[in-house]
């Protein structure tokens, strides 16, 4: 079926430096991307989206970038601190039935960030 | 305004035996879907119910299934348990199912 995944499983950078986690999807429908975070004991986080129709979008400290042709996607932390040591999901959606709702979100297993003081 | 509420926070069931989890979504959010979360598998899809209509559904057994009440709350139901069910069940509402979702702290269901 198909899937969203994760090119790099563990991440480690410094404080200060900028982090980018990267996923790749299979669906060429999907046309709603999400970036979440999700914090131990806690349930995920909404960080930013970004919609087919655009390649770049820009949240607070962070950047998601869209590359259709390949199929990826990217987040990019400016400035990371130890806060945003967490697991980070991309989600995809391209579900769509004739109920109308068009939100059936595909997961990527996720990427585990650590931010080193 | 309160966030996404899920109860139980934690669950121990024998196999065989049924459960029913509770998700109560913000204020004003018509939408809730149903998310089963395990190391192996990581998040999938089981539900999606908005103005208690199931409108999507995801690639589980007809042992789990859910419903929405007329207040947007919902619950969702797993018979006979098996102890591949367990795992952290996140519930998680929007407006309307198009937009943001937020999601609860999620129920830890462990079955022995």
């Known amino acids: 079926g198909e899937s969203v995944g994760l090119h790099l499983p563990t991440l480690s950078v410094q404080e200060g430096d900028n982090s980018i986690i990267n996923c790749a999807y299979s669906n060429s429908a999907s046309d709603y991307f999400i970036w979440y975070k999700q914090e131990s004991g806690k349930g995920p986080q909404f960080i930013i989206d970004i919609r087919s129709n655009m390649d770049k979008r820009q949240g607070q400290r962070v950047t998601v970038l869209l590359n259709k042709t390949v199929k990826h996607l990217s987040l990019q932390i400016a400035a990371t601190q130890p806060g945003d040591s967490a697991v980070y999901f991309c989600a995809e959606n391209a579900g769509k039935n004739s109920g109308g709702s068009n939100y059936k979100l595909t997961f990527g297993k996720g990427t585990l960030l650590t931010v080193n003081p | 305004k309160a966030g996404v509420t899920q109860t139980p926070r934690y669950l121990i069931k024998t196999r065989g035996q049924q459960v029913t989890l509770s998700c109560s979504p913000i204020s004003g959010h018509r939408s809730v879907s149903w998310y089963q979360q ?75």
């Open chain 2, 38 to 112: 395990t190391p192996g598998q990581g998040l999938q899809f089981l539900f999606e119910y908005f103005s208690e209509t199931q409108r999507n559904k995801g690639n589980f057994p007809g042992r789990f299934s859910g419903r929405q009440f007329s207040n947007s709350r919902s619950e969702m139901n797993v018979s006979t348990l098996e102890l591949g069910d367990s795992a952290l069940y996140l519930c998680a509402s929007s407006l309307d199912g198009a937009g943001e979702q937020y999601f609860g702290p999620g129920t830890r269901l462990t079955v022995t």
